[in-house]
């Protein structure tokens, strides 16, 4: 049995944040291993990477959520009590009602919301020299799944709504201005959809059936009881600012559409696939959540090393993405390489692995490649326009990563 490797210095937390994505897979490269200890947030930590060790991270027999996420995740990206951080029968029933939500009819609504907000959007474009996809795309999304979860958006709010969501998914690992503002919008956020989960309980507000504002202000949990209002709000909110994320991603596919113009080519001619192995490689590709945390239940022993009980792993998700063992040259973008993927649910994990219902694996996943399918077709076949010179590197400290330009685009012709 040997001692999990540790990363040798008293305290790591201003290298993760310099290091940002990279910071656990560089210590692993160091240490030639795919598993250390360190020491961050003045708390010890497992870091791993890996299929395997994935593997290993998603048995909720050893590793539980319960009182993982930092409190400034919770203030911010996360909120408080949501489904992140249940365990066993209660995280399963919670999860079951976000699956539910999720049918293939359903999905293909939000789909169809999408375009149409795109096209709406796009006849505005005619009309600016430039504008800056990221926002545009945060803003159409907001609207179309405000429509879609039967959330009344009243159109002087639009902009303002979505910077909110915007700014808790901004916030989570950022310190200072940028972290505050995600937690003010927090509060906003939750007030406001905390009162529209009243009115439909006091039939104030009449929506859909089948949408997630109704299914989720009459969820009853395990004991029968409904969500506490803040606890509906807060799980509100998982569907909807998630859904608002899917901008990073669709920033992110038209700048791979103008860094490999060849893709671009293969998207116009239609191959079927193509479209399938592009959205996921743009998900493999570019950073967006660098790892997920766990604890372990109870002390064990695998794959060679004791783990004691109660101590707190990282799984790294864009390490495992980028591991040069599962991803032949891993730092090139090729869709291609989708062609022979095994599918297997631990190589692939840029929203989480293993499984759906028992684990803690993304519900939002079939939306997200969805609404990234929808985008990208809109932007190869529907409009023309031009990608005038500005700044696209990344740092990978900066969580989530954002070029400073924010992808702009001028001359948009439909
Ligand atoms: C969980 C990423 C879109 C709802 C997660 C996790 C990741 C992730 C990494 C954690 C997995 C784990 O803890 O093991 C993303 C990314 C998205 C996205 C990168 C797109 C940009 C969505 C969408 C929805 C959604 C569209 C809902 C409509 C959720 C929920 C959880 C979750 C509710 C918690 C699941 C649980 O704890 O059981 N996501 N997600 N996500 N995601 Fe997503």
Redesign the pocket.
């Known amino acids: 049995m040997h001692e999990i490797p540790r990363d040798g210095v008293p305290d790591s937390t201003l290298s993760f944040a310099r290091d940002g994505y990279l910071f656990i897979t560089k210590r692993c490269t160091r240490l030639g291993t795919d598993l250390f200890r360190s020491r961050l947030m003045l708390q010890s930590t497992v870091c791993m990477r890996g299929e395997e060790l994935a593997g290993l991270f998603y048995d909720n027999e050893r590793f539980e959520r319960a009182g993982v996420a930092p409190s400034r995740l919770q203030e911010t990206l996360f909120g408080r009590g949501g489904?992140?951080g249940l365990d066993g029968n209660p995280?399963r029933c919670r999860?079951g009602m976000?699956l539910s939500l999720m049918s293939a009819e359903r999905i293909a609504e939000l789909a169809e919301l999408s375009a149409a907000q795109w096209h709406r959007s796009a006849a505005n474009w005619e009309r600016r020299s430039q504008v800056v996809l990221f926002d545009e795309a945060c803003e159409s999304l907001c609207r179309a799944v405000c429509a879609w979860t039967g959330i009344p958006l009243v159109e002087s709010e639009v902009r303002s709504r979505t910077d909110d969501f915007v700014a808790m998914i901004d916030a989570g690992a950022a310190i200072g201005p940028r972290h505050w503002c995600g937690r003010w919008a927090r509060n906003r956020a939750e007030r406001w959809i905390e009162g529209l989960v009243e009115d439909v309980r006091h039939h104030r507000l009449t929506v859909d059936e089948d949408c997630a504002l109704n299914a989720i202000s009459w969820h009853r949990d395990l004991s029968g009881e409904l969500l506490d209002k803040r606890t509906a709000a807060v799980e509100l909110i998982?569907?909807v600012r998630?859904?608002v994320?899917?901008a990073?991603?669709i920033m992110f596919a038209a700048m791979a559409l103008h860094q490999h113009p060849q893709c671009r080519e293969r998207l116009l001619a239609a191959e079927a696939p193509y479209l399938d192995y592009f959205v996921e490689e743009v998900r493999r590709f570019y950073p967006?959540?660098p790892v997920?945390a766990a604890r372990t239940r109870r002390e064990f022993e695998s794959k060679g090393y004791r783990f004691p009980k109660g101590e707190r792993v990282l799984l790294d998700?864009y390490g495992t993405n980028h591991d040069p063992r599962l991803w032949d040259e891993p730092h090139t973008f090729m869709p291609e390489r989708f062609r022979q993927w095994k599918r297997s649910p631990f190589s692939f994990i840029?929203?989480?692995g293993g499984e759906y219902l028992d684990g803690?694996?993304?519900?939002?996943e079939w939306?997200?490649v969805e609404l990234m399918k929808v985008a990208v077709v809109f932007i190869s076949t529907s409009i023309r326009y031009s990608v005038p010179q500005q700044d696209l590197r990344m740092s990978l400290s900066r969580i989530p990563a954002m070029p400073p330009s924010r992808f702009v685009i001028g001359n948009v012709q439909i």
């Open positions: 489904v992140q995280h999860k976000f998982n569907v998630p859904t994320a899917v990073w991603y967006f959540f997920v998700l840029p929203q989480g803690h694996r993304c519900p939002g939306i997200t």
